[in-house]
């Protein structure tokens, strides 16, 4: 298992920087939906899978149920563990390798935490790794960009100013992956970093193959955070709701 673009790049501050719009309101708003779809048991065991610094398992244990938190940053797992309790858990862990077995009542995969790997083989053992860990009848919900829609919006050159960081985007696609390179450029550094983020362009059918070999099936299928209605071409999102057989 070699490493690739995200072991660095998920434990870099600028990373942490550059995302940061991505907040606890929106995360609340998105979960609270969640939930009130779903309708979970109070106290069920739940596992966020590349939680991040676990914004999302935070609003989810403050809705009662007891959550578990992965993510193979270290320095977002040591970020996440200063609001660890009885009820809320964090983990370095990475997502291609087992965890708990038969454990979960309900696995989250959010904001495109996944793709980011070389080989199908990775992908099949990360969702392995998720499906094992849940329960018989359990559920997993994963939200991926839509390939269609990003394909067709992104936009190719950006810049952003943050603090005295200067971040130049640019994103580009083939065939099978979305691509993003950043450079970072800051007072601070000697000279600018590079990083360059690729994701599979996977789309439903191959989602539905990928989790019908772990023993995963798809019941719903939503488009965005509000959950409307699935479609291909003008969705922004791939929220998808499977259950374990």
Not at 32 to 54: N, T, W, Y
């Amino acid at each position: 298992m070699q490493d690739a673009w995200f072991k660095d790049w998920f434990n870099s501050p600028y990373y942490h920087k550059l995302y940061a719009h991505r907040d606890e309101t929106e995360a609340a708003g998105f979960i609270d939906k969640l939930i009130e779809h779903l309708q979970p048991a109070k106290g069920s065991r739940m596992l966020d899978v590349a939680c991040g610094k676990g914004r999302h398992s935070m609003q989810l244990a403050t809705n009662g149920f007891d959550v578990t938190g992965i993510d193979l940053s270290k320095e977002s797992v040591a970020f996440a563990l200063q609001n660890e309790s009885d009820h809320l858990h964090f983990y370095e862990h990475d997502m291609r390798l087992p965890f708990w077995i038969n454990y979960f009542d309900i696995a989250f995969n959010f904001f495109t935490s996944f793709g980011y790997f070389n080989t199908q083989r990775e992908h099949d053992n990360a969702i392995r790794t998720i499906a094992t860990s849940l329960k018989p009848g359990g559920m997993l919900v994963m939200d991926f960009l839509n390939v269609e829609f990003s394909a067709h919006r992104s936009v190719a050159e950006d810049i952003q100013s943050i603090g005295t960081s200067e971040y130049h985007i640019s994103k580009w696609f083939d065939e099978t992956h979305f691509y993003k390179k950043i450079i970072v450029q800051d007072p601070k550094l000697a000279k600018p970093l590079q990083y360059t983020e690729k994701v599979s362009k996977f789309k439903l059918k191959d989602f539905e193959t990928m989790f019908s070999k772990q023993g995963l099936i798809i019941k719903e299928v939503f488009g965005d955070y509000d959950f409307n209605k699935y479609d291909a071409a003008t969705s922004p999102r791939l929220i998808m709701i499977a259950t374990l057989r």
